[in-house]
Structures are given as C-alpha cells and as structure tokens.
C-alpha cells in the first residue's frame, strides 16, 4: 500500500506560479512512477503530467508543456508539479497518483494509488 498526500494547492491569479507536492509513504516510493491529473465538476478527471520511477523520463498534456515541470525526490519520497504561468482554464482538484504495473502513462487506469486531492483555484 502507499499513501500519497498532496499539499501546495491554493488560489493564484493568472499568470502566478505554484508549485505543487505529494509526499508519499508505505512501499518504496522509487519503484513507482507518479503522475498527476485534475479534475474540474464539469470534466473528467484527465492526465496533467508523468514521471518515471527514476526520473529519466517525464510526459505531459499538450495543454501545459512549457507551462508545468514535474520532477521528484526519491530520497525525500516526493514528487513535484510546478506550475507557471497560470491560467484560469488550469482551475481543478489536482491528484497525484502512484503505479508500478505499467511505467508512465496518461490513463488514470494505470495507476493504482491516489492521493486526495488539493485545490487550485486561478483567478482571471
């Protein structure tokens, strides 16, 4: 089992950067890739940005590269989601979520651990 614990979320105005973190525990954290999705009341929840166990290789959504930079610390069992120049439209829950099975992916089905969620609100 892993627990994963989001924090960082917040409400920022356009254009403003943040940076998001996920502190996991329980198993070892380097053998999971990690990745993190949003979620809005009127969207399904959609694939934001990946990492592999090492963090040699890394994915995003068309819609934030460039923007958003995810990275992690595995001596410190946390990965990161960066995120600049902001814009209203990046207003969601955002959830970092945890797999071994099948390396990095953008299918919430590939991940098997969740963590609860923090919010980020952006203000136009």
């Known amino acids: 089992q892993v627990q994963l614990v989001e924090s960082g979320g917040g409400l920022v105005q356009a254009g403003d950067s943040l940076t998001l973190s996920c502190a996991a525990s329980g198993r070892t954290f380097s053998n999971y890739a990690m990745a993190w999705f949003r979620q809005t009341p009127v969207k399904e929840r959609e694939f934001v940005s990946a990492i592999s166990w090492s963090g040699g290789s890394t994915y995003y959504q068309d819609s934030v590269k460039g923007r958003f930079t995810i990275s992690r610390d595995n001596a410190k069992n946390t990965v990161y989601l960066r995120m600049s120049s902001l814009k209203p439209e990046d207003t969601a829950v955002y959830y970092c979520?945890?797999?071994?099975?099948?390396?990095?992916?953008?299918?919430?089905?590939?991940?098997?651990?969740w963590g609860q969620g923090t919010q980020v609100t952006v203000s136009s």
């Open positions: 979520a945890a797999g071994q099975r099948y390396g990095i992916g953008k299918f919430a089905v590939q991940y098997d651990y």
